[in-house]
């Protein structure tokens, strides 16, 4: 969700992740920041996080490197639980 207070995962969303961005989506502020926020989140350099499907849409679909699916989940998981 773009023009949030802050940049923050929310938490699960079905089987996807619901994340909040303050950048606006022009000129793929939004893609960006949500690039850099998924990698400080999950301890990723931001070349190992990218939007592979989604960019002008609010439902992404990122491409990560260098992370197994579970670390990834935990980490999500520990980062949503911080934010409230």
């Not at 995962?9 to 502020?29: F, T």
């Amino acid at each position: 969700m773009p023009g949030a207070r802050r940049s923050q995962v929310v938490g699960r969303h079905g089987e996807s992740w619901k994340l909040r961005v303050h950048a606006a989506p022009e000129r793929g502020r939004a893609n960006d920041e949500v690039v850099a926020l998924l990698a400080e989140v999950l301890g990723l350099s931001q070349s190992q996080v990218r939007v592979v499907a989604g960019r002008t849409t609010r439902d992404k679909v990122v491409e990560l490197s260098q992370i197994t699916l579970d670390d990834a989940d935990q980490r999500l998981t520990a980062a949503a639980g911080s934010a409230r």
